[in-house]
């Protein structure tokens, strides 16, 4: 029987990670604006669907500047 809290909280992952990945294909790299608030969330999210890690590289008011090395480097592809 699934898991109902493992279907929300893999939904608003998918939510989530769907912000900051590449609209072309998710495997490439991230590299996208976010609400700094937003950021562990996305880290967190990144991490699970890529393996790669989320870091800040810019910020401008309550916003920051996140990238990743994205799925295909993360697994060596």
Do not use: M, Y
């Given at each position: 029987m699934p898991d109902p809290d493992y279907e929300?909280?893999?939904?608003?992952?998918?939510?989530?990670?769907?912000?900051?990945?590449?609209?072309?294909?998710?495997?490439?790299?991230?590299?996208?604006?976010?609400?700094?608030?937003?950021?562990?969330?996305?880290?967190q999210a990144v991490i699970f669907f890529t393996g790669s890690e989320l870091k800040i590289t810019k910020t401008r008011g309550g916003q920051v500047f996140v990238e990743a090395a994205g799925y295909y480097q993360a697994v060596g592809a």
């Open positions: 929300i909280n893999q939904a608003k992952r998918t939510e989530i990670f769907n912000q900051v990945a590449n609209k072309a294909n998710w495997k490439l790299p991230v590299a996208a604006w976010i609400e700094a608030d937003q950021f562990n969330a996305c880290r």
